[in-house]
């Protein structure tokens, strides 16, 4: 059992006095509750610049397809470059935060994806396309574990679980920027769009990069981890573990994102019948739900706690998606959506959360690169399961796995609670 001056040696090794050598009105490593809003609204800016940068470059994929020429095959595997290089950078930020800090790398990061957005319609083939998106796709990875490590320490500052704010800013951003760029893609090239974009984004950088570089990350005393030789020393096991396990949460529901997104509109049209407004309304309904959810995530988990979130989420998404895909209407489908979307909504900033608690910023970067693998993996997949049965039946796949996030956030309920309560924010 650590003695407590032991613990007072390591916490003056790393960061001066330990706060019970201090003056009691005095904490430098928590800064005061001014900072930590300026933090967080800083944080925010980078959440919803990340969402806006994505979702401008999207609306443009049909006008740099044909300016490359590319087939729909060879647009297929260009694209997979942005999922390459956020996969590939992903476990190196995780790194890189713990060297440099993760508010220095979520500035580079941010730069980087502003500078990196005018690339593709730079490109006249898709050989050359798939190349440039793979630098998109590092920034934009580096940028998503970055943020969200900074996140996590935020978070235990201000002892609230604000998570599901941050992501709900990210899909906030991700509206605007597709709303934006629908109006104008017809007045603007691409070129034109994408380069007004990444002025945007370095301007949001600079501003919200200068907070985060004139306010360091806090320095949280409880955060020092247990001495190998007390009886908590196997915890740096259990803690990649626990990892692990709330990546394959974070798998569970971007593999439902992605479905959505690529096939949600096809079912209600194809299956259902419906018109082309109201096969975009599938998918539209449920960002939008999604978001509101997202929106009022921090009240959710305050009031109900994180497990039993995890749970209640899981199991709506698991009865809505399975309401979107077999309702015999394409109203009713719709309404099935929007309920998914509610309960997929606070699944993943939870489990990025505690796999941040459970293991820092490299908790982050695994949980991250394992939760963006579901995306990867549910349209394919969704394609697949549709080529030997049905799109519909397909598509109740997505309430399976909602279903086990929901298990496995039930089963893991008691999983990383701290020795004090007040310590407890996912």
């Known amino acids: 059992m650590p003695t407590l001056n032991k613990i007072r040696w390591a916490w003056k090794k790393h960061h001066g006095p330990a706060p019970a050598d201090r003056h009691p009105t005095s904490s430098p490593s928590v800064p005061p509750r001014t900072d930590l809003t300026r933090l967080r609204l800083a944080l925010t800016a980078f959440f919803a610049m990340d969402g806006f940068l994505f979702a401008g470059w999207v609306v443009r ?66 050989t050359a396309l798939g190349l440039v998106l793979l630098v998109f796709g590092a920034a934009y990875g580096s940028l998503n574990v970055a943020m969200n490590s900074a996140a996590v320490d935020l978070i235990e500052a201000l002892r609230r679980p604000v998570m599901p704010s941050f992501h709900a800013a990210f899909s906030l951003g991700g509206m605007l920027g597709a709303g934006l760029g629908g109006l104008i893609a ?28 004139t306010h360091p990350a806090p320095v949280v005393p409880e955060r020092l981890p247990a001495s190998p030789d007390g009886p908590q020393g196997a915890r740096p096991s259990r803690g990649r573990r626990l990892v692990l396990v709330f990546g394959l949460i974070a798998l569970c529901t971007a593999y439902g994102e992605g479905a959505m997104a690529d096939w949600g509109a096809l079912h209600l049209s194809q299956d259902l019948s419906a018109g082309p407004g109201l096969a975009a309304a599938g998918y539209a309904v449920f960002a939008l739900a999604m978001t509101a959810g997202r929106l009022t995530g921090t009240v959710v988990v305050q009031r109900f706690g994180a497990a039993r ?22 109203w009713a489908a719709c309404l099935g959506f929007a309920v998914a979307g509610i309960g997929l909504a606070n699944i993943f900033p939870i489990a990025i959360a505690r796999a941040g608690e459970a293991g820092g910023s490299d908790g982050v970067a695994v949980a991250s690169t394992v939760g963006y693998g579901g995306m990867l993996l549910g349209p394919p997949a969704i394609g697949f399961l549709a080529e030997t049965s049905t799109l519909p039946l397909a598509l109740t796949t997505v309430a399976l796995l909602a279903a086990v996030a929901a298990v496995i956030g039930y089963a893991t309920r008691q999983a990383h609670r701290p020795d004090r309560p007040d310590r407890q924010m996912y």
Do not use: D, N, Y
């Not at 007045?187 to 985060?212: C, D, F, K, M, Q």
């Not at 199991?315 to 309401?323: D, K, N, Q, Y």
């Open 61 to 126: 994929i049909p006008a740099i397809k044909e300016q490359t020429g590319a087939g729909a095959g060879a647009l297929g595997l260009a694209l997979l470059g942005v999922s390459a290089g956020a996969v590939a950078f992903m476990m190196v930020t995780g790194r890189l935060c713990r060297r440099f800090g993760s508010h220095a790398v979520t500035t580079a990061s941010g730069a980087a994806m502003a500078l990196s957005i005018v690339l593709p319609p730079l490109t006249h083939s898709a």
């Open 186 to 213: 017809g007045h603007l090239s691409p070129t034109v769009h994408l380069l007004l974009l990444a002025a945007i984004g370095l301007l949001v950088t600079a501003v919200a990069g200068r907070v985060l570089h």
């Open 309 to 330: 979130s995890l749970t209640a989420g899981g199991t709506t998404a698991a009865a809505g998606m399975l309401l979107g895909a077999l309702a015999p209407t394409a």
